[in-house]
């Protein structure tokens, strides 16, 4: 049995800014992924470096973007479900 088989598949929603930074890239995907680390793993292998705009080198969520599982915020550990909507955003700061 194919290991990805089993994996589970979540649709993800990325902000424009993001997807403007890449080329022919959605703003919306589904990807196979068992943690929302997977699942930045998996963005990054259809677009080199969106990995590294969503995540630093700790490695953790940068502290400007934001990743929401089904309306929780999630970290690199958060695991992912069967149809989970997932959402990376941008913060957005002011005064």
Do not use: W
């Not at 400007?64 to 957005?92: C, K, Q, W």
């Amino acid at each position: 049995m194919d290991a990805s088989a089993a994996r589970p598949v979540v649709t993800v929603k990325i902000a424009a800014v993001l997807a403007d930074l890449f080329p022919g890239a959605p703003r919306e995907f589904t990807v196979q992924a068992q943690c929302v680390g997977e699942m930045i793993d998996a963005l990054d292998q259809q677009f080199p470096g969106m990995g590294d705009r969503i995540r630093d080198s700790r490695p953790a969520i940068r502290k400007h973007m934001n990743v929401f599982v089904d309306g929780e915020r999630a970290t690199l550990d958060t695991p992912l479900s069967h149809h989970d909507e997932v959402y990376v955003i941008t913060a957005i700061s002011g005064g």
